[in-house]
Each structure stands twice: as C-alpha cells, then as structure tokens.
C-alpha cells in the first residue's frame, strides 16, 4: 500500500477568510504577535501500489483541488505499511 | 518573522464525511485503487519572533484545533523570510 500526502494551500493574492477570521479570533484571545493565518488542506490518501504520483496529481486537478485558486503539493510517505 | 505549519487531522477512529466523499467521487471518475481519503487541514501561520512553538500549541489547544477529535502537528518553518 501507499500512502501520499497532498498540501493544498490558497494561491497567494487569494483572499482566505477563515484565515482573517482565526486570526482575528487568536488576538481576541491574547495570543500577540501573529502576522497571518492562511488555513489549507491536508489530505492523506491510501492507495494501491499501483497508484502513483502523476496519477494523483491527475486526482487534485480534477478533484481534490481547485487549481484556479489552490495551489497543490504531493509527498509520497515512505513509511512501512 | 518566524513561520510554522500546523498539520491537523482527525483522530483515528472518528469519521471524516468529506473524505469518504471525496474517496466515492474519485471512484465515480474511475480512479482506482483509492483506500481510503482522509481531509485534515494545514495552516500556516507567520508570527513575531517572539512567538515560540508553545505559544502555537497553546494557540492549536485553544482555537485552531479541537483536541477532543483532531491531533495536530506543529512544525517550524525555518525558511528565511
């Protein structure tokens, strides 16, 4: 089995709510001195060993992401299964 | 300026609704050999000097993650900014 693990952040220039809003919230809460919050997406995936990275990029363009305003990245997670 | 990435994911055991749907979409569209899809999220944060990794965990404890379903993992970005 294999397992990947997919990045998905906001493009830069991308405007994140949820990221101006937990930061706004954490300066409510006392915690000081954070410049920014940007909140993506970790996806971990199980596959066969017969799925391989380009067929999971294949997966993020057409599903997991949206590359209009995501940018994606795939790390393939060496440990044993 | 320092930046940390935070990984969160929901613990074992517990359900993630999206990623069994985006495990069945993926089948829809004749990917194979998916196991299974699990939607965690990553957020990046870029805070003063001054803000070490307990603050950030402190920060994960009290807003960014529900410790009651969901481990995080906080990492230093050591990347010069």
Partial sequence: MKRYRI?????????DPAGV???EALANLDFAGVQSVRIGKLIELQANNDVNVEAVERMCQKLLANPIIEDFQIEEDEADL
């Fill in 7 to 15: 990045y998905i952040t906001a493009k830069q220039g991308i405007f």
């Fill in 21 to 23: 809003t937990a930061q």
